[in-house]
């Protein structure tokens, strides 16, 4: 069996973990964040944050040009905590949110796609974890 090479990003958020929790989970906001540069937006989410549940996170090129849907299915959700789930593609992925008081470290974890290189993949997911923190800290 093939073992699958894991890239971890992280960012820490100055946000208690339910505001993180909410931001992270809710399709209302995944909108606001989820894509990696401002040329690239998120038209539509959808998400059943239960084990078993799927999501859906349309993300597409705001000139038309390309555009794909990030999904999967939760495996784990512990509230305020951890999230692991499976991508379409049978990659797996967790995120680990840490408690600090008035702030939340926020790690993902995902196993790699053969087709982009590691570095392309880390800086994009990298990316879109700053977006998260950026539109944490501002909403």
């Not at 796609?113 to 997911?125: C, F, I, K, V, Y």
């Not at 974890?129 to 950026?134: E, G, I, P, Q, V």
């Amino acid at each position: 069996m093939e073992t699958k090479e894991t890239i971890t990003v992280e960012t820490t958020v100055h946000t208690p973990v339910n505001k993180v929790w909410e931001y992270w989970t809710e399709p209302q906001h995944i909108t606001n964040w989820y894509f990696a540069t401002t040329e690239w937006h998120a038209p539509n989410a959808e998400n059943d944050l239960r084990v078993g549940g799927r999501f859906l996170t349309r993300m597409e090129a705001k000139d038309g040009s390309f555009g794909f849907d990030f999904n999967g299915v939760y495996d784990e959700v512990r509230t305020h905590e951890f999230i692991s789930y499976t991508l379409e593609d049978g990659r797996k992925a967790t995120v680990t949110f840490i408690n600090q008081e008035n702030a939340t470290t926020v790690i993902e974890a995902f196993e790699a796609e053969p087709t982009n290189s590691t570095e392309m993949q880390r800086a994009g997911w990298q990316a879109i974890l700053d977006n998260f923190k950026k539109y944490s800290e501002t909403a």
